[in-house]
């Protein structure tokens, strides 16, 4: 296939026909993500996941793989300019612990399993882009950094991206971030956010008579309608999401612990600080009322930040997604292409199919979609490596 062009154009014109030719490619994208996604990879212990991923690209020809300190995987597919790299990432981390059965189901037109959508598709994609590349007789001028990425969800807070961005020698030109959810996806900004842990615990030896007037439930209850009262204001856009509370053992036995899992997103960093000041004012106050011990723990933090709607790089994605009749849905991100534009490199996350039941054991991924998919993020490559993402010097 011929990979020198002189315009975007001549890359929009190609797309069409790509899908068709890409399910040549269909064997090899869903042996690899069944053999990853039935490997249990919670965040933290990512490393079996990781040398599978590793272990594919190896038997397709890249001897350029490697992992780092953090974990990470790392394999070069080596272009014909060495000083010029594009960076692909998909996280390797799951939600689910290994105690969880990861049998994956493969049917006519979908693929079952927990975490295919998040993120088994993306890391297979990337464990399948040799492979790809050499059935199209695509050959770039610049490198392609393969990397699934460790400690990316939760408290993992993306430390293994940030790792080798702190570590990486090599020059980025632009990075994509992909994700098995959702075709159309197309994130360019981030909100400033933290995500929050609040714990309450009571003394185990308050009286009887007092259990029905305090306890970690009621405790913790205060602290949630007062945060509940914080005002939020619609410009910047922001948002308290209470995610999820637990709390007590039983019918008549006093809770004497009790959680809150919560996040707080704005569009302004100094809002979120203000937020952030506000509910430690709450807790400190809710500490002396209740005669209880709080602890306020910061689980995850993002920084605001983005590249402009119309960065080359975001007008070359919506054009590539037009000619292959894929609608964008554009939407901040707290994932990993959040970290790459805090550090001022032009990055974007694509999705690659349609998922439904989202993060449930039987989470679900469709097959046919992800041609075009693969299409898309192909057209994005052809795009930046031919300078066509660039901004004007």
């Given at each position: 296939m011929e990979t020198k062009f002189g315009s975007i154009d001549e890359i929009l014109d190609l797309l069409p026909t790509l899908p068709d030719k890409l399910t040549g490619i269909q064997e090899t994208l869903i042996a690899n993500l069944i053999m990853l996604s039935e490997i249990p990879s919670p965040t933290f212990e990512e490393e079996e996941r990781v040398k599978m991923m590793l272990q594919r690209m190896l038997e397709c020809?890249?001897?350029?793989?490697?992992?780092?300190?953090?974990?990470?995987g790392v394999g070069i597919i080596p272009g014909k300019d060495l000083n010029r790299n594009i960076l692909l990432v998909a996280h390797a981390d799951s939600v689910y612990s290994n105690k969880v059965d990861h049998a994956t189901s493969v049917l006519a037109d979908e693929i079952v399993g927990p975490g295919v959508a998040d993120n088994s598709l993306g890391m297979a994609v990337i464990a399948t882009l040799p492979n790809i590349l050499e059935m199209l007789g695509i050959e770039l001028n610049a490198n392609l950094i393969l990397l699934s990425t460790t400690k990316g969800l939760g408290r993992g807070n993306l430390d293994g991206l940030r790792?080798?961005?702190?570590?990486?020698?090599?020059?980025?030109?632009?990075?994509?971030?992909?994700?098995?959810?959702?075709?159309?996806?197309?994130?360019?900004?981030?909100?400033?956010?933290?995500?929050?842990?609040?714990?309450?615990?009571?003394?185990?030896?308050?009286?009887?008579?007092?259990?029905?007037?305090?306890?970690?439930?009621?405790?913790?209850?205060?602290?949630?309608?007062?945060?509940?009262?914080?005002?939020?204001?619609?410009?910047?856009?922001?948002?308290?999401?209470?995610?999820?509370?637990?709390?007590?053992?039983?019918?008549?036995?006093?809770?004497?612990?009790s959680y809150l899992r919560f996040e707080v997103r704005s569009e302004d960093a100094d809002t979120v600080r203000a937020i952030h000041e506000r509910i430690d004012?709450?807790?400190?106050?809710?500490?002396?009322?209740?005669?209880?011990e709080f602890e306020f723990e910061v689980v995850s933090t993002r920084e605001p930040g983005g590249i402009d709607v119309g960065h080359p790089l975001v007008k070359s994605c919506r054009r590539i997604m037009e000619k292959l009749d894929v609608k964008p849905i554009i939407r901040p991100s707290m994932s990993e292409v959040s970290e790459l534009i805090a550090r001022g490199l032009p990055a974007v996350t694509l999705g690659i199919t349609e998922a439904s039941n989202l993060h449930d054991l039987n989470e679900t991924i469709r097959i046919k979609p992800i041609y075009t998919g693969l299409a898309q993020l192909l057209g994005m490559l052809l795009a930046i490596d031919g300078g066509f993402c660039n901004e004007p010097e």
């Open positions: 020809g890249l001897d350029t793989i490697s992992t780092d300190e953090a974990g990470n790792f080798f961005m702190d570590n990486n020698k090599l020059p980025i030109e632009a990075g994509i971030c992909v994700e098995g959810e959702k075709l159309g996806r197309l994130s360019y900004a981030a909100e400033g956010m933290f995500r929050g842990l609040i714990t309450c615990r009571i003394p185990e030896d308050q009286s009887w008579q007092r259990a029905g007037q305090n306890s970690a439930i009621i405790a913790l209850n205060d602290v949630i309608n007062r945060i509940l009262e914080i005002p939020i204001p619609r410009r910047p856009r922001t948002s308290i999401v209470l995610g999820a509370v637990r709390g007590g053992k039983s019918y008549n036995v006093m809770a004497t612990q004012e709450i807790i400190a106050d809710a500490e002396a009322s209740h005669d209880a």
